[in-house]
Nanobody
């Protein structure tokens, strides 16, 4: 099982980035997927999640209206479009995939937590600075 995050970089406030997570070794259709981020000195926090079918999406309050999560199961990949980026969005972003626990969290209408995910990718750095 592998998840490979990419697309991070340096962007000015108000700018946009699109993160991608390529997966292999498992059937993505059966998993909820999510994005987390971790800023220096802070705990890793959930940013967004999407159900296996893509029909249900959830966002942290801090990114609602600015970030959009999507998935392409045929390409074994999922994405995080980040618009109107702010300096406080600076962090290492991680992608994750979760089975029963993550899917259950989404059914309960909550953003899955760290422990709900089964597989993790390495992080990609996002820096928002002028």
């Amino acid at each position: 099982v592998q998840l490979q995050a990419s697309g991070g970089g340096l962007v000015q406030p108000g700018g946009s980035l699109r993160l991608s997570c390529a997966t292999s070794g498992f059937t993505l259709d059966y998993y909820a997927i999510g994005w987390f981020r971790q800023a220096p000195g802070k705990e890793r926090e959930g940013v967004s999640s999407i159900s296996g079918s893509g029909g249900d999406t959830f966002y942290a309050d801090s990114v609602k209206g600015r970030f959009t999560v999507s998935r392409d199961n045929a390409k074994n990949a999922f994405y995080l479009q980040m618009n109107n980026l702010k300096p406080e969005d600076t962090a290492v972003y991680y992608c994750a995939a979760g089975g029963t626990r993550a899917l259950g969290a989404l059914l309960m209408l909550r953003l899955p937590t760290l422990d709900d995910y089964d597989y993790w990718g390495q992080g990609t750095q996002v820096t928002v600075s002028s």
